[in-house]
């Protein structure tokens, strides 16, 4: 099957407006990614592609005819909503987002709480498609209040009593700025994004959700 390819920035400048590539029945964007990266000159990063107007998947699977645009991994772009079943550097998150133009920082990082012994860790589970939901509302909220630059990590899976659920690092010029864009991020990443969770406690587990719990 044939796909074809919009280029920008270096990758334009490296192989034209567009390329046509030739790949396997079955293929996926990864594999639209190699046979890119292969006919790239040394150097260059990898492209990030985009399917429409989000972030094309890694193993979503490609169709005869489709059009991707590939564009360059830019500051603060692609990248922002991480996903994680393990632990994260909250320094490096920092370091990320602290770009020169900075002036100030903010951190939030939720854990799981034990509600006074009851709740002894908790499961998160997301659709696939949560990336695109996660990356969305960091756009849209960076650009409602000015802010630089974010990052946030979303863990899934286990998670026991006292660590990470959900962390969001914000930069902007000043303290206001980056206070409200972060807390707006939480409150839209608590409640839009289709991520559920279970709790389980010492008698049995719990389904959470915006409307109550059910037991499992």
């Known amino acids: 099957m044939k796909v074809r390819v919009r280029l920008y920035a270096m990758y334009r400048?490296?192989?034209?407006?567009?390329?046509e590539l030739e790949l396997p029945e079955g293929a996926k964007v990864k594999?639209?990614?190699?046979?890119?990266?292969?006919?790239?000159p040394e150097g260059h990063p990898e492209p990030v592609l985009l399917k429409g107007s989000r972030y094309a998947e890694d193993e979503e699977p490609l169709s005869d005819g489709d059009q991707l645009d590939a564009v360059p991994p830019a500051a603060g772009g692609a990248g922002r909503v991480r996903l994680s079943e393990g632990d994260v550097d909250l320094n490096e998150l920092v370091e990320e987002v602290n770009v020169p133009e900075a002036g100030a920082v903010v951190l939030?990082?939720?854990?799981?709480?034990?509600?006074g012994g009851k709740v002894k860790k908790l499961i998160y589970e997301a659709h696939p498609s949560v990336k695109?939901?996660?990356?969305?509302?960091?756009?849209?909220?960076?650009q409602k209040h000015g802010a630089l630059d974010a990052r946030v990590v979303q863990f899934l899976g286990?998670?026991?009593?006292?660590?990470?659920?959900l962390v969001i690092a914000v930069s902007a010029v000043s303290r206001g700025e980056a206070f409200k864009a972060a807390r707006e991020m939480l409150e839209r990443l608590k409640h839009e994004p289709p991520i559920w969770k279970r709790e389980v406690r010492e008698d049995g587990e719990y389904w959470i959700s915006g409307e109550g719990e059910v037991k499992r």
């Open 31 to 40: 594999d639209l990614k190699e046979a890119l990266r292969a006919s790239l």
């Open 13 to 19: 400048d490296a192989l034209g407006e567009s390329v």
């Open 132 to 142: 695109d939901f996660m990356e969305k509302i960091v756009e849209e909220e960076l």
């Open 108 to 115: 939030f990082v939720g854990t799981v709480k034990s509600k």
């Open 158 to 165: 286990p998670r026991e009593v006292g660590q990470k659920t």
